[in-house]
């Protein structure tokens, strides 16, 4: 079976600051993958790259056997709408309802792209679809809402809904509780779990919390300046091996005598 | 304490730069006050003849009434449909010259330039263009509206977009969606706002000029106050100024009171 991701030797360097080293690692169709490491080894430009966001210097990115790194136009979009991507800051539009937001998932599905997606034009089908989705994260009653009007925690189960509207095979959550407490943390990262699992789709997610790291993953890949450090199955990754993330030179911009933070 | 050697000195002597810049602008502001022949003798003869022309002015003569409201009503039109196509046309204008939107860097610098233009050229010369290219009447004024319009929305606009936090747009891409649909799903709605209260100075700074335009013959009231005033009617210009005054202040009280419920 085709690997949901295969990256193969990633380089990406802004100017002269090398941030992906040569990173290559594979997460399986419907395996759910922890990314784990220290603020700023290359994490998020890690995610950024799966998604094309972020063009790549050298090596290879396929999703689900098609190449990121030389697609370009139609057929990349075509790899990003069977990605749903789910952001620390969750980026909804500030001044459109939870539903429109939810709706706009379903835009890179139609031909006719936000025109088929507006809450005054969209076919009655994705207007209910929406509405499905909103239920499914428990925000039905909140539909007509603004985000700003919203907890973050709320927030981010409307974008979590936006990416189910989307209809991907796979997810990719840069750090999806960062931002929010524990509390409300926990409850989205259950709830984004327990779609990804039932719907049976491929996650890599960041986290900074080795604990629930492994209350969730099937496997943890750890990343240390640009590089993958460790690639185990949870089971095998213990704490004090995941701990070596966080000690050292973790930093892509870590001078070679450790001075810099 | 005192002879710390790392103290702020209390004084830097200005670089040569400064000096040159400063010693330019008073030779220029003198050599204007002199060519202008400013005289305490010309500022006494002016005082005078204000009180004269004040004295002629009041009361000032309602009788052409009609013939005003006319004027104002055309003037107005030249307002609300010149801004509202200005307004319209600056929308894909900015686009093409935000820099976020911009489909590619030539393209966006034609279009920086077609609004520099339109800003650059102030609305009388805009106004006695058409005149000469479409004829007198309110038309030459409409579109002398609109490129003023143009020049003043588009560029706020599409300062407005570039000002947009792009994580929505980012996570719309992400999406897979085509760029048109991005930027009409994050970056209008996201700028909407800024948008509408830079579309309601416009019109009030249509008004003003519309108000204006009719001295150089493009229609509106400006038509009947230059020929009061050249017929040496004062009673009647200031029937007309007043009634200028009472529909601009007019129009910018509703104008900011909607703003303020915009925003």
Known sequence: ?261 | MIDRPDLPPRFRTPSALTWVLVVGFAAFFIQGLVASEISIDRLIRGAGNLVRFIGQAVPPDFSRAPNIADAMLETLNIAVVGVTFGCLFSIPLALLAARNTAPNALVRTIARFVISVARTIPDLIWALIFVVTVGLGPLAGILAIIMDTIGFAARFYSERFEEVPKGPSEALTATGTGRLSVIFGAILPESFASMTATSLFSVEKAIRSAVTLGLVGAGGIGVELSTAMRLFRYDQAAAIILVILVVVIAFEQISSAIRKKII
């Open chain 1, 1 to 261: 079976m085709t690997p949901a991701i295969a990256t193969d030797q990633v380089h990406l360097a802004y100017g002269g600051l090398k941030v992906l080293r040569g990173v290559s690692f594979e997460v399986a169709a419907g395996q759910g993958v922890v990314l784990l490491g220290a603020n700023g080894c290359g994490k998020s430009t890690l995610m950024r790259s799966l998604n094309g966001l972020e063009p790549v210097q050298s090596g290879t990115i396929r999703i689900q056997g098609e190449a990121v790194t030389t697609s370009s136009g139609r057929k990349l979009r075509q790899i990003r709408q069977n990605m749903g991507y789910v952001f620390q800051q969750f980026h909804l539009v500030p001044q459109l309802s939870a539903f429109q937001n939810v709706l706009l998932g379903a835009m890179g599905r139609h031909r006719l792209g936000l025109l088929s997606c507006l809450g005054l034009t969209a076919n009655a089908e994705e207007r209910a679809r929406a509405m499905d989705c909103l239920d499914r994260v428990g925000m039905a009653d909140r539909a007509l809402h603004r985000p700003n009007a919203l907890s973050g925690g709320q927030q981010q189960r409307v974008a979590i809904a936006r990416m189910l509207m989307q209809a991907p095979k796979l997810v990719i959550a840069d750090e999806p509780i960062a931002s929010l407490d524990p509390k409300a943390g926990r409850e989205v990262l259950d709830l984004l779990w327990r779609i990804v699992r039932e719907e049976g789709l491929s996650m890599l997610c960041t986290l900074h919390q080795l604990d629930l790291a492994r209350d969730y993953a099937d496997r943890i890949i750890g990343m240390k300046a640009g590089r993958i450090e460790i690639d185990a199955a949870v089971a095998e990754a213990d704490r004090e091996m995941l701990e070596t993330l966080y000690s050292g030179m973790t930093r892509v911009d870590a001078q070679p005598d450790g001075a810099a933070a």
